[in-house]
Every structure is written in structure tokens, then in C-alpha cells.
């Protein structure tokens, strides 16, 4: 007796729906050997399909046990089984099961994707089975511009793909017509006789006539096994199976050479590929949905990449005002800190503090200040104005340039010279715009002085364009309008190569040695970027949580379009996973599709964002958008991380698909 190729031993299949649990298959003993041709008969109901998937290892037995080549298949794992599934086994089923947006080539090479068969080689095979099928013409027709037999001739090239040694036919000729029917026998035959072992799951009598062997199944039984008396065993036949179809197949169950490590780098990829290929295919048939899935992406990369390129922006608008305000400068001023009620009172700050701070490495420029508010009058027009003594480095101090004249020179000084520099608000109101004003001598209360310059207007949120300002040399005001001896200020402008911090500390501990006191107090701008910083650092983390969220809805979104499309493919999954799809094959493919669908959005996002920020500069010129490099990797890291977080759940719920379950779906 020959060693039995495929062996159910005390087989039992039992389905629990509910409560309720009902025996498909109850002890069954059966032993089929290579090159058999066996059909099954039963009613409909009797366990046909049942066995013919416990046999074709698409499913798993309850009770029993069942070996193939003496190797027990309650063992394997599912990427095992699926391997079976994959080399040994080809399945023709009576609704053929093809995909069906894909062509009668592509159909039947899907085995041979998943063996990781090269793809010219793929491509050349299943062209020859096709063709030896009579289909030559047919190669690139989809399923359904084809006829049942057709179809089902596809699915019996799909099933010799990867040599299918075994053949599992569950009512092949159930859809066809007789004479379909008949071509579908003869085919059988052949197959036979070049090797392959057949079983043939039929509920009709005269069909069974043409097994070798027929088993006759009834409520899960097996009440009877016979070699049919009408056909001899294995009569000579001329092959039909010509080159091409080789038949390799028929050695059952030899093990393959082991792929080496290049081949199956090489078998990943083309197994990655067309998974790649099966998601835009997936895509593009369905683009409507496809679309509105993105849409929460678009929507949320966009508002991200635009809050930040608008914090970003802000940020550097804020800083660059800021810094032409004059970023590294140092107020010093009389009392203990702001506010501090005897800082009038205090009269230390002083010509020789300003001639020792000037003294210092650090300072750049070095300007005093003494304030007061003056009526101010030219040509009969009299304004209220405020008038700072200041010393000829206060414009660079303060980073102010000039419009017309130039600024003060030492030499006005220290000549006490009675000159003003007054604001373009002061020129405004007092001169008409065609008038020059230099070179004018107006009033400041009493004391004539004459205009040597007009400064120019700053720009930034942080000029104060209201006001009317006039400066006069400090020394002039000192003696002339104030009568005082001390400084209501004194600001250092710090180099730009040294540290504010450091230069503040040296100040604070130059002009207390000298005060002997610490009877000032020092204010730099550098805290003021400090907190800008810090408050636009809140602000972008802000209203990026927000965009985050909407990121988070997008993805949300794509998993439930996902979870709803793996649902409505699940036929297809089944239809993979029966031809050799592993686990992870299925897993790839939804996670390709969920990522290139984020990655999509994210770019159309970017592109939109960038556009928004285009258009945005157009109108509004206060606000700056910056795109950064850095925001563009942010969108894109962050739209392929949805894609894997929010598309792993339907991509996993998609590889745990019971195959039998999901053939069932349609
Ligand atoms: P057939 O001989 O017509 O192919 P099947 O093998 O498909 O019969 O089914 C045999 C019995 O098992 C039937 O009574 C069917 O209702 C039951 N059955 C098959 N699959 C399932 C399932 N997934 N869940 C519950 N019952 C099932
Ligand atoms: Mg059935």
C-alpha cells in the first residue's frame, strides 16, 4: 500500500453559532494518495465544502487529526498552512472566485506573487497556462467581460501556478453550463493524467462517474468509499497541458529548494510591489471615498503646516521688530525697581557714570536721557511735544535713522548747541509737506533751537506713532531747559559679540562701586525677546494641539473608511489568503493603502497650505508666513505615523480574517 498523500484520521469540524453548535464533519477516516482522482457526492448540506477546506488547509479541524505526507497539520502555524495553501495546493471553486479588477493574466499570476516567482517569469508562465487553457486571447480581459467557463478556466490556470499537485474542485461545473461543464471534465481528465491529484466535490451523480474513486458523503459521514467500477484506472490519454504548463506540479510535495537570501529580498519586494500596486488599484476604483478619506488629512496637514509656518513667521516678524528696536540694549534708570516712589528723588545718575560706562568693552554706544514735555512752536502752530535730552549716539542706540539732516554731532554737544532733531509726527505738524524743514529755528517753551534733523518713522508694532518727539543735546537741556545736574536715564546699547547678561552684571556692579549703593535699576530687552519667545513658544503649542486634534480626527476618519473597506473586501482577502496569502501580505497591503492615502493628503496639504500662505502675503502683509523645511518633514512624518497608527487596526482585523469566513462574504 502507498503511503497516503493526504489523511484524515477521526477528522471532526464543528460550528458554534451562538449557543448552538452543529457537527459538519463527524469522525471522518479517509486517505487519499498522490495522483488519485476522487470525487465526493452528497447532498447539499452533507459536509462537502466543509472537507474539501479542511483538505485544502484553508481551515482547521476541531477534532482529529489530519497529515499531509505524514506530517500533522494541527501543528503548523497559519503562515505554514498558507505556504501549503500556496505551493501544494490549487483550489477551483464554483463561483471562481477571481478578483475582479484585475485581468485573466494578472488573476492567475497572484499565486506566484506570493511564492515570490520573479515577475517576467510569473508573467510568462501564466501566459502559457492561459494559453494552453485556450484563453490566449483573453489575457488581458477582466472577469467579468469573460464567460462563466472562461472565468473558470482562468481559476484552473490560477490553481497550476505554483504546480498545484493537489487540485480541489468544489462543484467546478455547478455555474457553468453543460457544455462549459463538460470542457471543465475533460480538463480535469488531463490534469489527471499528467499527474495531479483531483478531488472533486460534486452533488451530482453523473459527474462523479468520472473519478476513479467516489466517496459518498451524507450529515458528515462518509457511508461509502468505492473505486467506480465504470472507469479503469489511469487509461492512456494524450496530454492537452502543453509546454509551458509544465508539469512540475506533479511532484507532490517535494520540498522546494530554500530561496536564498538574495531571492528573498527579491520575493519581498515584488510581494511589496504588488501589494503597492493592489492599494492604488484599490485607490483609483474607488476615488470618490478615496478622496473624502483624505480630506480630513488635507485638512489637518494644512492647518498644521500653516500654523506653524504662521507661528514661525510671527515669531521672526515679533523678533525682528524687537531687534530694530534694538535687542541688546540696557535701560538703566534711578530707584529700586519700577514704580519705586523716591526714584525722583534719586539724583546719582550722573556725566561721570556715562564717561565710565562709555570706558567699558561691552558698550557699542551709550546714550543719557532726561525727558520733559514741552509746547512746541513754528510758524504760528503751537504743539504739545516731548523733548529728550540725549546725546549724539541716542539714534544709534535706539536704531533710529533719519529721514533728512543727520544726526547730532559731538561737537553740538559739547558746544550746549540749541539744535532739535524732531519725529515725522512733529514735521507733520508743524510743517506743510512740501516745506524743508532744516535748518528752521522753532520754539522749544522758550528756547529757540534750530533743526539739523528729521528722523525717520519706525516701523513694528512697537513704534508709538502718536506720539510727537523731539531730542536736543543732553547737555543743552541739562543747562538750558532742565537746570539739572542728573540723568533720568542712561541706555547702553551692548555690543553685538557680547552677552546682554553679562555686560548687565558688569553695569550693576561698575555703578554700584560707584554709587556705593545700589540705587538703580537696569531693564534689557533681551528679556522682553525672552518673553516674546516664550509667549509665541505657548501660542504655536497652542494652536498646533488644536491642529494636532484635527490630525487625530483625519486619522480616526481613515480608519473607519479603512475598517468599512475591509468589511466590504473581504471576499477579495479570502480569495488571496486561499491562493497562499500569508498574514502579513494582507496586513502590508491595508497598511500601504491607509499610508498612501495619508501620504497623498499630507502632500496636497502641503501644497495647499503653501498656496494659502502665498495668498495670505498677498492680502495681509503684517502677518509673514514661513514654510520651512522642517514643517514640510513634520507633515510628512507626521501623515505616514497616522497612516501606520490609525490604518494598523483595520490592516491587522484584515490579516486575522478567517478564510473560509471571508470566502463566504460576497
Ligand atoms: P455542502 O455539502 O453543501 O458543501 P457544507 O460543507 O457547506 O455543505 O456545510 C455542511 C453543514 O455545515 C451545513 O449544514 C452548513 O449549514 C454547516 N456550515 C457550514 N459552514 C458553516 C459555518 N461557517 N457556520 C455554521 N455552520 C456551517
Ligand atoms: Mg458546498
Redesign the pocket.
Known sequence: MRQPLLELKEAGRE?T?GEQS?A?LKGINLSICAGEMVAVV?A???????LMNILGCLDRLSTGRYLINGRDTGTLDSNALAELRREHFGFIFQRYHLLPHLDALQNTEIPAVYSGMDKLKRRARSAALLTSLGLADRCHHLPGQLSGGQQQRVSIARSLMNGGAVILADEPTGALDSKSGQEMMKILHQLHDAGHTIILVTHDLSLADHAERIIEICDGIIFKDHANPKRPLNPPRPSLIREGANTEGTEHFSARPPLTRGDRGVAAWGRFAEAFTMALKAMTSHRLRTFLTMLGIIIGITSVVSIVALGEGTREKVINDISSMGTNVIDIYPGKDWGDEKSGSIQTLTREDLEALQAQVYVDSITPGIYTNLLIRSNNITVNASVGGVSEQYFRVRGVEMAQGSAFLPDHIRRQAQVVIIDENTRKKLFATSENPLGTVILLGSLPCQIVGVSKDKEGPFASNQNLNVWVPYTAAMSRLFGQHHFTSITVRVRDTMSNQIAEASIVKLLTRRHGTKDFYTNSSDTILKTVNSTTDTLTLLISSVAVISLIVGGIGVMNIMLVSVTERAHEIGIRMAVGARQSDILQQFLIEAVLVCLIGGSIGILLAFGLGKIFALFFTIITIKLSLMSLVVAFFCSSAIGVLFGFIPARNAARLDPV?ALARE
Not at 447539499?44 to 466543509?50: D, P
Open positions: 460550528f453559532t452543529f459538519a452528497g447539499s448540506g452533507s459536509g462537502k465544502s466543509t469566513d
